[in-house]
């Protein structure tokens, strides 16, 4: 059992950063993989990005190069950064954990909600 909690949401301009962070508390065992899921308005859920318990890190191709995930296992916190936001990035960030074989998440955050301005 993995209960996650996200903060630092909000409404930033066109070009403006964010950072997002994941509280995780818990069993969690084995090591598992995290991810930052998004959902725009009238839009399904996208994984915007991933990373293992060793700290690689995948993105989907439309936050390459502005956004960075990153943990700390020893504070049990997940981190993103998003920079150089576009409208488009609009949407509610989920944090998620425990990747299932259907590949979605096992466990969900109850979400933070990212507005970007034009």
């Known amino acids: 059992q993995v209960h996650l909690v996200e903060s630092g949401g909000g409404t930033v301009q066109a070009g403006g950063s964010l950072g997002l962070s994941c509280s995780a508390s818990?069993?969690?065992?084995?090591?598992?993989?995290m991810a930052w899921v998004r959902q725009a308005p009238g839009k399904g859920r996208e994984d915007v990005a991933s990373?293992?318990?060793?700290?690689?890190?995948s993105y989907a191709d439309s936050v390459q190069g502005r956004f960075t995930i990153s943990r700390d296992n020893a504070k049990r916190i997940l981190y993103l950064q998003m920079n150089t936001l576009k409208p488009e990035d609009t949407g509610m960030y989920y944090c998620?954990?425990?990747?299932?074989?259907?590949?979605?998440?096992?466990?969900w955050g109850q979400g933070t909600q990212v507005t970007v301005s034009s």
């Open positions: 998620a954990s425990h990747r299932t074989a259907g590949g979605s998440w096992a466990y």
């Open positions: 990373i293992d318990y060793d700290g690689s890190a």
């Open positions: 818990g069993n969690g065992y084995p090591p598992y993989s």
